[in-house]
């Protein structure tokens, strides 16, 4: 075996079939039974994410939009011609990617948990294994083991996030991202409601310390939408790690990827694009390394990897943001608007004098 992946998620997939479809012997082991169990993410894609890989349309929906809501419910829509956003069947396109994967010539081996390695010469001595693989990536979660047992980077700045799957939500617009800003429900963060692919997801994340009062997200969201007949189908949890990529990624023959690695947006907390874009770059660096002398990729990947510097400074801002009356005395002024839309659209949320004025107008409209 060449590489052995821990982790069959988005970075551990990507870095996986990339690695195999360039010539090299890959194993991916996840200690759940199978891809895309227990999943503890939203499962929202951004367009370049959706745009990463070519995934069956079924398993997603798009939006439009995003629809921003003051503690006092009061809301504005932001948008931005020509991006959107994704709802997604998480469990059915982690199961799709892991076919793909195996399709590509990679072996995965559920139920299997990653207990420790030992470096040997040229390979690694995995722990109640025979393989000894030449390669090891940890593709494990924001707490990677992989990381651990190396002593490579670890994350230590999180939000906690929970979520409800929920039927029978009448009245919620399928076309928008329904974001709630309220410092006494979601402090450090933000609730939201998604009209997904199957059922409603309700949830909120949290600053770590404080627990998240998913009760209280979902009284908020019944006063917006018809709740009545509203049927909870199951619940999500996780850490989020939003301190930015961690240091190190990688030493000799072992390489982070997605989460362990810190991949993760501070201040959006997605991390599914960078899991895909960065895990598909680490198994080219990996393969390019054994099959033909390449560089370091741990070297490779540290020069590619996002800093996040003007990020990170708005997630420690955010963290200290004002109480609720500020933010519906403020929240929907021009500047907090502008740096919303950057938050959710990127450089494509900037706005001309006329995109200003309209959307001035539709926040008065909204709030009287």
Not at 93 to 120: N, S
Not at 354 to 367: I, K, T
Request: proline share 6%.
């Amino acid at each position: 075996m060449d590489v052995l992946v821990v982790g069959a998620s988005f970075a551990g997939l990507a870095c996986a079939r990339a690695a195999s479809i360039l010539g090299l012997d890959v194993t991916v082991v996840d200690r759940k039974p199978e891809p895309g169990a227990a999943p503890h993410t939203t499962g929202i894609l951004v367009q370049e994410a959706a745009r990463a890989v070519e995934l069956p349309r079924h398993f997603m929906r798009r939006i439009d939009g995003v629809r921003l809501y003051s503690p006092s419910l009061r809301s504005v829509d932001l948008e931005s011609p020509g991006y959107a956003f994704y709802a997604t069947d998480l469990p059915g396109i982690l199961r799709w990617l892991a076919d793909q994967t195996e399709a590509a010539g990679v072996r995965l081996e559920m139920g299997t948990r990653f207990e420790g390695a030992t470096r040997i010469g040229n390979r690694f001595s995995v722990k109640g294994s025979n393989a000894t693989p030449r390669f090891l990536v940890g593709a494990d979660g924001p707490r990677s083991a992989v990381a651990g047992a190396f002593g490579l980077g670890r994350n230590t700045e999180f939000l906690f996030g929970v979520e409800a799957e929920v039927a029978g939500v009448a009245g919620i617009e399928q076309d928008r991202l329904h974001v709630f800003i309220d410092r006494q429900i979601a402090p450090g963060y933000i609730g939201w409601a998604v009209p997904g692919v199957h059922s409603t997801q309700i949830g909120l994340a949290c600053r770590r310390g404080v627990k998240p009062d998913l009760p209280a997200m979902m009284a908020q969201v019944a006063r917006v939408f018809d709740c009545s007949r509203a049927v909870v189908l199951g619940h999500r949890a996780g850490l989020i790690p939003v301190g930015g990529t961690v240091a190190p990624i990688g030493g000799d023959g072992v390489l982070l990827a997605g989460d362990a690695a810190g991949l993760v947006s501070p201040l959006t907390a997605g991390g599914i694009h960078n899991a895909l874009h960065f895990g598909r770059l680490s198994g080219r660096a990996i393969a390019d390394h054994l099959l033909d002398h390449g560089p370091d990729p741990a070297q490779v990947m540290g020069d590619l990897l996002p800093g996040h510097g003007w990020k990170l400074q708005m997630r420690r801002l955010w963290d200290h943001a004002p109480p609720n009356p500020v933010i519906d005395a403020l929240g929907f002024s021009r500047p907090a608007l502008a740096i919303a839309r950057l938050v959710f659209f990127h450089n494509r949320g900037l706005l001309s004098a006329d995109g200003w004025r309209a959307l001035g107008e539709a926040a008065v409209r909204r709030a009287s």
